[in-house]
C-alpha cells in the first residue's frame, strides 16, 4: 500500500470510528487504539505534507489562529422564528396558515435547542465553511473552530447530494457546563454563567486549540438544497442522519394541533432529563410545497413557529439573609430560604446582589418568595408575594459592618456595592487574594489549593501571596493532612513559579479589573513592573483596551505602600517583573502621536498595525478623541467611529499611508 493509500484508510478509518463515538454513543474501537492511529496519521502527515487535507480527523485538536472572523453573506437568509406561549396562539397560527394552504396539513415538532445557531456548507460531500447566524444575512466564518467539534461530520457518508447548506446549533452540554465551571473556580476564575452563553462565546475564541478543549456538541436540523430531493422535514431529518449528522432523536410528526400541543406539555414537564438545555419546542409544516406556498414574512417563515416555556418557578419563605465578603471586599448580601426543587435540583440559596436590589425588591425576613433560575442555571428571585407578608414586618436594612472583621463598610460613588476596606486583617480578602494569586491562569502553584491556603492563614504562617516564598517544609511539616511528600511538593511548586511570565505575575496582584487579557496588555506595553507603576492616568488611558476605570484601579493599587511593599519582596524572591523579550523600538518617526486602529486590513493583521505603531514611537487606543493623532481606516471600518472623527476633525489615514509614515 502506498503511503497515500495509507493516509486515505487511516482518515477514512477514522472518521467512521469518530461518527459511531460521538453521534451513535456506540464505541467501535479502545480510546487506545483510536490514539495510536491518530498518532500514526499525524505523523504520516507531517513527513508528506503535499498530502495536506483541511478535513483531515487530525485538525480536531485545533491550531488555527483567527485574529479577525471574516463577515460573510449567507448562501439563503437564517430566519428567526416568530415566538408563542400557549394552546391559543398555536391555534391563531394554524388559522393564519390554513388561510393560505387549503390541503390538509401535518407537523413536524421538535426541540428548540438553547445555544448557538450555525450554518454549515458542504461540497462533494466535505465540509467547507461555517457561518454563524448573525443578522441573518451575513454572520462570522468560523470555520476553523467549527472543526473542533467531534459531532460536526467533516466527511460525509454515502449517497449525499453535491452541494447544500444544514443549519443547527451549537450546545454545550450541562455536565459539561458543570465541569467547566468547576475547573475555572478552581483555578480562581469567575464561572461561566449559562450553558447557552458559554457555546456562543467560544465560538469566537481566536484559538481553535482552545475551541477543543470546550465540550461542545453540534445538534443539526434543516437541510437547505436546491436540488428538490428534500420532500418534508420529517424526512429531511432522517436524511441528515443518514450523511452522519448528529440529529435529536426527539422528533415527532403531528396530525393536529392537539398533538402537537401534547408534545409540547411532554417535554416542558420533562425537559430536564435532557443532557441539554432546551427553551421550547420548534414546530413547523412538515411538507416543503407547503412551506413554499407559505413563504415569508420580513422576518419570519410562516410555516414554522416556536412555542417558549416559562421559566420554572417556585415559591418559598426566605428564612434569613447572610454576607459575604469577596477577596476584593466586596459584600454581597445571600438569601436563605426553605429548599426548593428547582429545574430538577435542589435550591435554597440565591444571591440579593446588593443593597439596591434589596430595597427596589423590599425583600424582607419570612416573606413569601418566588425563585427561577436564570438561564435555568443561576437560582434568583423574581418576585415577593406581598398579599401574604405579616403585617409586622420591618424592610430590610444593609449591614453597617463587615461581617468577618466588624470594619465599618464603605459604599463607592457610582458602584453598587459595599466594600470592607479593611484589606489587612479581614480573613476572607486575604485569604481570597492568595488564592487568586496561586490560581491556574496565575501562579498556577502545585500542591496549594483553596483549603490549604485557609490553613496557612489560619495558622498565621502567611498574611500576604509574598509570604508564600518564605516557606519552608518544617513550617509546614505537622498541619492538618500536610505530611513529608505534600510539604515538599508544595514548596517545590511555590520554586517552580519563580518561572512563570510577567504577565501572569501581574494578573496574580490581582488588581481590580485586571483580568488575564488586560494582564497581557499591560505586561506587553509597559514591558516592565517599574514603568507600570509610574503610569499615569493619562498614560494608562492610551493604552489599547485600558479604559478610564481600569486606569483609576491600577493607579490606586499602587498608591498603597503596602502593595508597593510586597511587590519589593517579590522582586527579592526572584519573581518575573519584565518580560523576557525586550520591545524592540526601530525609530521615534511617531512619537507623541495617537492613533485609533479600526477595521480590517491587507497587509498587516490588526495586531501587527498596533506592534508597528508602538515601534515606531506612537501609542494606541481603542476610542477616538480629540487628542487622537490619525484613525489608521481599513474595510469594515465602524460608521460610528468614521462619524465621530469627522466631527472631531481627526485625519483619518489608510494601511498605505501609514506604511508612508513609518517609511
Not at 434569613?320 to 435540583?345: C, H, K, M, W
Request: a negative charge; proline letters at 3%; hydrophobic letters at 35%.
Amino acid at each position: 500500500m502506498s503511503v497515500k493509500e495509507q493516509i486515505k484508510s487511516l482518515r477514512s478509518e477514522l472518521h467512521k470510528h469518530n461518527y459511531n463515538y460521538y453521534v451513535l454513543d456506540d464505541s467501535s474501537i479502545s480510546d487506545y487504539d483510536f490514539d495510536l492511529k491518530l498518532k500514526e496519521l499525524k505523523e504520516l502527515e507531517n513527513l508528506h505534507p503535499e498530502l495536506y487535507d483541511s478535513n483531515s480527523p487530525t485538525v480536531r485538536v485545533g491550531g488555527d489562529i483567527t485574529k479577525n472572523f471574516a463577515t460573510t453573506t449567507h448562501n439563503s437568509p437564517m430566519y428567526s422564528l416568530d415566538n408563542s406561549y400557549s394552546i391559543e396562539d398555536l391555534f391563531d397560527w394554524e388559522k393564519r396558515i390554513k388561510k393560505i394552504v387549503e390541503a390538509n396539513i401535518e407537523y413536524t415538532c421538535e426541540l428548540k435547542y438553547d445555544g448557538a445557531s450555525i450554518s454549515l456548507s458542504y461540497v462533494d460531500g466535505k465540509f467547507v465553511k461555517a457561518i454563524t447566524r448573525g443578522d441573518g444575512i451575513q454572520g462570522d466564518d468560523v470555520t476553523a473552530n467549527i472543526k473542533t467539534i467531534q459531532t460536526v461530520p467533516l466527511i460525509l457518508q454515502e449517497n449525499y447530494i453535491k452541494e447544500f447548506d444544514i443549519r443547527g446549533e451549537i450546545v454545550m452540554p450541562i455536565e459539561g457546563f458543570k465541569k467547566l465551571n468547576l475547573e475555572r473556580v478552581s483555578a480562581g476564575e469567575e464561572p461561566f454563567k449559562n450553558p447557552r452563553n458559554t457555546a456562543s462565546g467560544s465560538l469566537k475564541l481566536q484559538d481553535s486549540r482552545e475551541v477543543s478543549k470546550r465540550p461542545l456538541e453540534c445538534l443539526l436540523y434543516s437541510i437547505v438544497e436546491s436540488s428538490g430531493i428534500v420532500k418534508s422535514q420529517h424526512e429531511s431529518l432522517e436524511i441528515a442522519k443518514k450523511w452522519g449528522f448528529n440529529v435529536s432523536p426527539h422528533s415527532v410528526l403531528a396530525k393536529s394541533i392537539e398533538e402537537v400541543f401534547d408534545f409540547v406539555s411532554y417535554w416542558e414537564s420533562n425537559r430536564y432529563s435532557l443532557p441539554f438545555e432546551i427553551d421550547g419546542i420548534v414546530i413547523k409544516v412538515n411538507s416543503v410545497d407547503q412551506q413554499n406556498e407559505l413563504g415569508f414574512t420580513s422576518k419570519f417563515p410562516r410555516w414554522a413557529i416556536a412555542y417558549k416555556f416559562k421559566p420554572e418557578q417556585s415559591a418559598t419563605i426566605l428564612k434569613s439573609i447572610t454576607y459575604q465578603v469577596g477577596r476584593t471586599g466586596s459584600i454581597t448580601p445571600v438569601a436563605n430560604f426553605e429548599p426548593i426543587d428547582l429545574a430538577g435540583t435542589v435550591v435554597k440559596r440565591a444571591s440579593l446582589h446588593n443593597s439596591d436590589f434589596i430595597r427596589k425588591m423590599d425583600i424582607r425576613l419570612n416573606d413569601h418568595v418566588y425563585v427561577e433560575k436564570g438561564g435555568d442555571i443561576i437560582p434568583k428571585i423574581v418576585k415577593v408575594d406581598i398579599s401574604k407578608r405579616d403585617h409586622l414586618s420591618t424592610k430590610t436594612n444593609f449591614i453597617l459592618n463587615c461581617p468577618e472583621c466588624n470594619s465599618v463598610l464603605k459604599k463607592i460613588e457610582g458602584e453598587a456595592n459595599h466594600y470592607c476596606i479593611n484589606t489587612s486583617d479581614c480573613m476572607p480578602q486575604v485569604s481570597g487574594r492568595i488564592q487568586h494569586f496561586i490560581s491556574r491562569k496565575a501562579m498556577d502553584i502545585d500542591g496549594l489549593g483553596a483549603e490549604t491556603v485557609n490553613l496557612l492563614v489560619e495558622n498565621n504562617l502567611i498574611t500576604n501571596y509574598s509570604d508564600l516564598y518564605k516557606l519552608k517544609v518544617e513550617n509546614i511539616l505537622g498541619l492538618e493532612r500536610m505530611a513529608q511528600k505534600s510539604s515538599e511538593k508544595l514548596i517545590n511548586g511555590v520554586e517552580y513559579s519563580k518561572q512563570i511570565s510577567f504577565d501572569r505575575v501581574l494578573y496574580g496582584l490581582g488588581i481590580r479589573h485586571v483580568g488575564v487579557t488586560v494582564a497581557k496588555q499591560l505586561a506587553h506595553h509597559y514591558n516592565n513592573i517599574d514603568a507600570l507603576m509610574c503610569a499615569s492616568y493619562e498614560d494608562l488611558e492610551s493604552v489599547d483596551e485600558i479604559g478610564g476605570k481600569i486606569a483609576e484601579s491600577v493607579i490606586s493599587f499602587f498608591s498603597i505602600q503596602e502593595n508597593i511593599m510586597i511587590i519589593n519582596d517579590l522582586k527579592f524572591y526572584g519573581l518575573n517583573f519584565e518580560n523576557s523579550e525586550k520591545k524592540i523600538i526601530k525609530t521615534n518617526k511617531l512619537a507623541s502621536q495617537l492613533f485609533v486602529v479600526s477595521g480590517v486590513f491587507t497587509k498587516f493583521s490588526r495586531d501587527e498595525l498596533k506592534l508597528e505603531i508602538e515601534k515606531n514611537g506612537g501609542k494606541v487606543k481603542s476610542s477616538i478623541s480629540s487628542k487622537t493623532s490619525y484613525i489608521i481606516a481599513g474595510d469594515n471600518m465602524g460608521p460610528s467611529k468614521r462619524l465621530k472623527a469627522e466631527t472631531l476633525n481627526v485625519t483619518i489615514i489608510s494601511e498605505s499611508d501609514f506604511i508612508e509614515l513609518i517609511k
